[in-house]
């Protein structure tokens, strides 16, 4: 089954920057839509931005104009950058495939945040 490595994540001001990885392997990725999901604490994952084999993205409210999702299959890698992060971007970030799998597996995420 697929596997998932997430990277790229530590401790940044508000109005700071980040750049997320994520390394997949076990599927053929550039047939896959990707996804980037967080979770932040205490609360349910949710759904951030995915990007379609084509290169279109899409993203949730919340970081539109914000953060930019990008491929890159040679590598089967994709890649989040993040700007102007806000306290509330504070969660462990994963990828995966967009839709979910019914039983999902997931990499160990990378942790963002976001404080003064």
């Known amino acids: 089954h697929a596997q998932f490595v997430e990277s790229g994540g530590g401790w940044v001001q508000p109005g700071g920057s980040l750049r997320l990885s994520c390394s997949v392997s076990?599927?053929?990725?550039?047939?896959?839509?990707m996804a980037w999901w967080r979770q932040p604490p205490g609360k349910q994952r949710e759904w951030v931005a995915l990007?379609?084999?084509?290169?279109?993205?899409a993203y949730a409210d919340s970081v539109k104009g914000r953060f930019t999702m990008s491929r890159d299959n040679g590598k089967s890698m994709v890649h989040l950058q993040m700007n102007n992060l806000k306290p509330e971007d504070t969660a462990v970030y994963y990828c995966?495939?967009?839709?979910?799998?019914?039983?999902?597996?997931w990499g160990q995420g990378t942790q963002v945040t976001v404080s003064s």
């Open positions: 995966n495939f967009q839709p979910l799998p019914s039983e999902p597996s």
């Open positions: 990007i379609l084999t084509n290169g279109n993205t």
């Open positions: 076990g599927t053929i990725f550039s047939v896959r839509t």
